[in-house]
């Protein structure tokens, strides 16, 4: 049992009403999760406000409830916290309850629109194969050194994340990398840990639904920069225009990367091939097997890191010649007629576009490049048509397809995705709903050395269209139809 004054500890509290020295079990923030003497913290949500399910809460046993405005009733017995911020009470509060954990581990956050999974993913390769024990936390898996665990957020809540590094200090973690999504920040899931850095990868169009605008998006992402301390390092893209301003009131060390700009560590493309980067790194070349001028970004990211975290020169390049592509970003296979199907989780515009010009700068040009590509449904509506322009301008062929419509209707999307066709491109694009269809579709257009590029849903096993996840997996299915029509 805990005590509630205790995992109060620098909550920022305006009013107490009832005894802070009660008894507590667990902390909850959703009512119907709730056991006997638990704490509730009531949050103010995107759907729902926690407040309303105070008294749902105390029927089923809590002792204690935090919120940010007291009830016009109090009940008896009941210990209630008025906190200025349910959401930052709540992460420090999953911090103190589970000791701080963070403070055992040297945490490093990554944050930005593309590039977050692949950095904290290949850390974690890293710094496994240096022989450390490490943690990660990214939006495929989460990993206690070498027990995997199901992923559901990019950035879990804050309870997850201090459960997991609660974990990690009990199998003796040292390292752990972790995303930290704009949605993450925004409800201060990772406030109450300590970092020993920050990473930025590049900041674009996306989450708009959620942020409303551009410049908030930004300063949601910055924010985690500024609550650094002073002894973590803050490592900065200074070829992305937003690279300087995240680190501009951080109290952290500042560092920066950059591919053109001058920077602290700097990186030059020797070759860009199918199979892979030849890198120069400071004065060192690197072969590395990852693809692609957004990669050279990563990795240079990833070598920055690893020197700032103490790891010797000649042992990071080492490793990151050896470090292997994640799961559904860039993931390909050649068929056996030739066809090279690539299944990527370009899921923003500039994403797309990325990946689109990594192909074709590769690519000999004699070959078509057939793309099939969707957008998800309840989500940022105006990235749609820039990603249907992009789409068309950058392949020759491409089919609008449906990704995770969620509660939205698939053709509707589709509609919005076309919107953003050029006319001279018209005659280049088909819409084939269903998405098996449309990879089967692209599949029977291919021939020999053709490209398929299947975006937007990576590594995802699944399809969600009303609530339900079905069974789907881009690069099974793709290799499933290939193969088939090889025979
Ligand atoms: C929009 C959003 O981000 N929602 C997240 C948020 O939920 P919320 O607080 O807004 O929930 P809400 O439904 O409004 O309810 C408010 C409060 O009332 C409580 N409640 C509700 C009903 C009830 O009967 N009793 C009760 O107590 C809820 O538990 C909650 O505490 O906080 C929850 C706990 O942390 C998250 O699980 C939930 O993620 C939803 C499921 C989600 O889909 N989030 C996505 C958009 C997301 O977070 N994505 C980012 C990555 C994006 C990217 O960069 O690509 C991520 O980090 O994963
Ligand atoms: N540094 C980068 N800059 C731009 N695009 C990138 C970068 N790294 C990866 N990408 C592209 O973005 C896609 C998503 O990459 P990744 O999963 O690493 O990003 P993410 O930030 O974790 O996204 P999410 O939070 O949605 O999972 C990749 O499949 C690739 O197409
Ligand atoms: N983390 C992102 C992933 C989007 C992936 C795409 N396949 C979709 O479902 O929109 C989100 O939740 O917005």
Redesign the pocket.
């Known amino acids: 049992m805990n005590i509630l004054k205790d995992i109060l500890y620098k909550v920022q509290i305006a009013a107490v009403a009832g005894d802070t020295s009660v008894a507590v079990n667990a902390l909850c923030?959703?009512?119907?999760k709730v056991s006997l003497n638990d704490v509730f913290i009531a949050?103010?949500?995107?759907?729902?406000?926690?407040h309303a399910?105070i008294d749902?809460?105390l029927r089923q046993g809590a002792v204690a409830v935090v919120c940010e405005e007291m009830p016009g009733s109090m009940v008896n017995g009941v210990t209630y916290v008025q906190a200025e911020d349910t959401h930052a009470a709540l992460a420090v509060m999953a911090s103190n309850y589970y000791g701080n954990p963070s403070g055992n581990i040297k945490m490093v956050g990554v944050t930005g629109t593309n590039g977050k999974t692949t950095i904290a993913t290949l850390l974690y390769q890293l710094f496994r194969k240096a022989g450390y024990k490490t943690g990660l936390l990214s939006?495929v898996r989460i990993m206690v050194d070498n027990k995997e665990y199901a992923a559901t957020?990019?950035?879990p809540?804050p309870l997850t994340i201090n459960r997991y590094l609660d974990l990690m200090t009990q199998e003796g973690v040292e390292f752990c990398f972790m995303e930290v999504?704009?949605?993450?920040i925004a409800?201060k899931?990772t406030e109450g840990l300590r970092f020993a850095g920050g990473i930025f990868t590049n900041l674009t169009h996306?989450?708009l639904d959620?942020h409303h605008t551009f410049a908030e998006y930004r300063d949601v992402k910055k924010r985690f920069f500024d609550l650094l301390p002073k002894e973590a390092f803050a490592l900065t893209n200074a070829d992305d225009r937003n690279g300087a301003v995240m680190v501009q009131n951080t109290a952290a060390r500042k560092y920066t990367y950059a591919l053109k700009s001058y920077a602290d560590f700097r990186a030059r493309i020797l070759e860009n091939q199918f199979g892979g980067l030849l890198l120069k790194i400071g004065e060192n070349e690197v072969w590395v097997k990852l693809i692609g001028q957004f990669n050279a970004y990563n990795i240079l990211a990833i070598y920055a890191t690893a020197e700032l975290l103490g790891l010797e020169t000649m042992e990071i390049l080492r490793l990151v010649s050896e470090l292997e592509s994640v799961q559904g970003r860039f993931q390909y296979f050649v068929s056996e007629g030739g066809v090279t199907a690539i299944v990527d989780y370009s899921h923003t515009p500039d994403s797309l576009k990325n990946v689109l010009q990594t192909i074709n700068s590769i690519r000999t040009g004699n070959e078509q490049l057939i793309t099939v590509v969707g957008c998800g449904g309840d989500r940022d509506k105006a990235k749609r048509p820039v990603m249907g322009e992009i789409a068309a301008e950058l392949s020759n062929k491409v089919i609008f397809t449906s990704d995770n419509p969620r509660t939205e209707d698939p053709e509707e999307i589709i509609r919005e995705m076309e919107q953003g066709v050029a006319p001279q491109y018209y005659n280049k694009t088909l819409s084939v709903t269903d998405r098996k269809q449309a990879i089967k579709a692209a599949c029977q257009m291919a021939g020999q050395n053709d490209i398929i590029l299947i975006a937007g849903k990576g590594h995802e096993t699944y399809q969600e269209i009303n609530g339900e996840r079905k069974d789907f997996d881009d690069f099974k299915i793709a290799g499933e139809l290939i193969k088939a029509l090889d025979k």
Request: net charge negative; hydrophobic share 25%.
């Open positions: 923030f959703d009512s119907r949050i103010r949500g995107a759907e729902a406000d926690g399910f749902a809460a939006t957020h990019t950035t809540d999504s704009s949605h993450g409800q899931r996306d989450h959620y």
